[in-house]
């Protein structure tokens, strides 16, 4: 059931317009397949790839915000997610703790995010994720991932449908095999957003 591809799921609810993805600007197409293109980008200091998915679902942009803000139920279309549970909210902003599928003998991963999100004037919404490693203490069985960096975009556009771009680079903490991670950058940004569309659209 556990696969090679999710070795390296360290992102949760994973989404960038902010530092570290950020720098990730010379973007590779890497799989372009039903419907959903992932781009791949090296960003400078690291060893792990930022990743970029876009998509285009048949929703509106507030069903879409209220799938990512069921904070547990999202896990069940996050590529690898484990648990997932909401830490606190306040207005806009969000602590998510996510713990993600590991096969052996990676150690499993347990990241903690921030959520900000923020309405654009042409009806759009963007989700930016930064990890907070340090916001609660960590827990003897998992690594903490380090960083995460990236957003979630829901852009309107015709009647009923919705551009939705998922970018995310990590730092996964302790020792992550680089084949195993370079295969997660493809994989988790193309189930994730083909998991999600089949949710919206009730497929």
Avoid at 69 to 76: H, L
Avoid at 100 to 123: C, N, Q, Y
């Amino acid at each position: 059931m556990v696969s090679l591809s999710r070795v390296t799921a360290i992102c949760g609810l994973g989404v960038l317009v902010l530092t570290g993805t950020a720098q990730a600007e010379d973007w590779q197409l890497a799989k372009d397949e039903d419907g959903i293109r992932v781009y791949l980008s090296a960003v400078p200091g690291s060893k792990y790839k930022a990743y970029k998915g876009v998509v285009t679902i048949k929703s509106d942009v507030a069903k879409l915000r209220e799938l990512q803000e069921d904070v547990t139920g999202s896990c069940a279309w996050i590529h690898a997610c484990a648990e997932q549970k909401l830490l606190k909210r306040e207005g806009e902003q969000s602590w998510v703790y996510t713990r993600f599928k590991m096969p052996w003998p990676v150690t499993a991963r347990d990241s903690i995010l921030h959520v900000t999100s923020s309405e654009g004037a042409d009806g759009s919404l963007t989700r930016t994720l930064e990890g907070v490693p340090t916001y609660q203490p960590e827990d003897k069985d998992y690594v903490r991932v380090s960083s995460v960096k990236g957003s979630w975009v829901f852009v309107p556009k015709a009647a009923g449908e919705v551009e939705v771009t998922y970018q995310l680079h990590t730092e996964p903490g302790g020792s992550v095999p680089s084949l195993l991670a370079n295969s997660f950058v493809v994989d988790a940004p193309f189930n994730t957003l083909k998991s999600m569309r089949d949710k919206a659209e009730g497929n």
